[in-house]
């Protein structure tokens, strides 16, 4: 029997500014990555988004990403090691709060956006993040891209590690995501996508962009829950994982 987690980016509404479609998608997934108030999220959201996962069982994770509110995180900033570990652990604590508040504890670590991107491939930027987990609670699992910088200084941390694989996302040859600004770097069809996923957890492979086979090894599988299709594209992709005796498992579980 094969096992994988499921996770969905959620809690990034923000004030009157409505976004995807968290209480559906919570109903689907067994891990949730919560937005901390820099690059979405605010204080009202991510407690109700907190409650809804506990109602449902779904595991609770941090999201932290850069302060960046109007570019949605996903925008380079030049940080050094020292600021991007008190940004993590600042919302880290944001975060605890309210799983503490709950009675939860907050499952696992997930970088937004640019921060994610950048310290998959930027060693010095992942082992701050790494060392802000360690040194705020080690019992959290780092969610990190599978075969990046960020897997690597999470181990040398002395972290449990969970690699991280995504469903609708194209990829390098080198295994890292292809840009958003690209052709072709997110993937619309659905078939497709179930295809790539069950290959990945299956086969422990991906076909990147360039056409040659990337090796990984999925603990975890992204869903972006953002978008009109996303219900019944993770109810999909729960359907073929039924079919291939693929069970969903949160991280803690696994």
Request: glycine content about 8%; overall charge negative.
């Given at each position: 029997?094969?096992?994988?987690?499921?996770?969905?980016?959620?809690?990034?509404?923000?004030?009157?500014?409505?976004?995807?479609?968290?209480?559906?998608?919570?109903?689907?997934?067994?891990?949730?990555?919560?937005?901390?108030?820099?690059?979405?999220?605010?204080p009202v959201?991510?407690?109700?988004?907190?409650?809804?996962?506990?109602g449902r069982?779904?595991?609770?994770?941090?999201?932290?990403?850069?302060?960046?509110?109007?570019?949605?995180?996903?925008?380079?900033?030049?940080?050094?090691?020292?600021?991007?570990?008190?940004?993590?652990?600042?919302?880290?604590?944001?975060?605890?709060?309210?799983?503490?508040?709950?009675?939860?504890?907050?499952?696992?670590?997930?970088?937004?956006?640019?921060?994610?991107?950048?310290?998959?491939?930027?060693?010095?930027?992942?082992?701050?993040?790494?060392?802000?987990?360690?040194?705020?609670?080690?019992?959290?699992?780092?969610?990190?891209?599978?075969?990046?910088?960020?897997?690597?200084?999470?181990?040398?941390?002395?972290?449990?590690?969970?690699?991280?694989?995504?469903?609708?996302?194209?990829?390098?040859?080198?295994?890292?995501?292809?840009?958003?600004?690209?052709?072709?770097?997110?993937?619309?069809?659905?078939?497709?996508?179930?295809?790539?996923?069950?290959?990945?957890?299956?086969?422990?492979?991906?076909?990147?962009?360039?056409?040659?086979?990337?090796?990984?090894?999925?603990?975890?599988?992204?869903?972006?829950?953002?978008?009109?299709?996303?219900?019944?594209?993770?109810?999909?992709?729960?359907?073929?994982?039924?079919?291939?005796?693929?069970?969903?498992?949160?991280?803690?579980?696994?």
């Amino acid at each position: 029997m094969y096992q994988v987690d499921l996770n969905s980016d959620l809690g990034e509404a923000y004030g009157l500014y409505t976004m995807g479609m968290d209480k559906e998608i919570i109903a689907l997934i067994s891990s949730a990555n919560i937005g901390c108030g820099w690059h979405g999220g605010d204080p009202v959201v991510m407690d109700e988004t907190v409650k809804e996962c506990k109602g449902r069982s779904v595991a609770v994770g941090a999201h932290p990403g850069f302060p960046d509110l109007m570019g949605f995180g996903r925008r380079n900033m030049a940080v050094t090691p020292a600021e991007a570990k008190a940004y993590a652990k600042y919302q880290l604590g944001a975060l605890w709060a309210f799983a503490k508040s709950h009675g939860v504890p907050v499952q696992h670590f997930k970088p937004h956006g640019a921060l994610y991107n950048m310290a998959a491939t930027d060693a010095k930027l992942a082992a701050a993040l790494a060392q802000a987990v360690h040194e705020f609670d080690r019992e959290i699992i780092f969610l990190g891209l599978a075969n990046s910088c960020m897997i690597t200084a999470a181990l040398e941390c002395g972290l449990a590690v969970a690699s991280e694989v995504f469903a609708d996302r194209a990829y390098n040859a080198d295994g890292t995501l292809v840009a958003r600004s690209q052709p072709g770097a997110v993937i619309h069809d659905t078939e497709l996508c179930i295809s790539r996923v069950i290959r990945m957890v299956k086969e422990n492979k991906v076909q990147a962009i360039t056409g040659e086979d990337v090796s990984l090894k999925p603990d975890s599988i992204c869903v972006h829950g953002d978008n009109a299709k996303a219900v019944e594209f993770i109810k999909a992709i729960r359907e073929a994982f039924s079919t291939h005796g693929i069970a969903v498992k949160n991280l803690k579980a696994m």
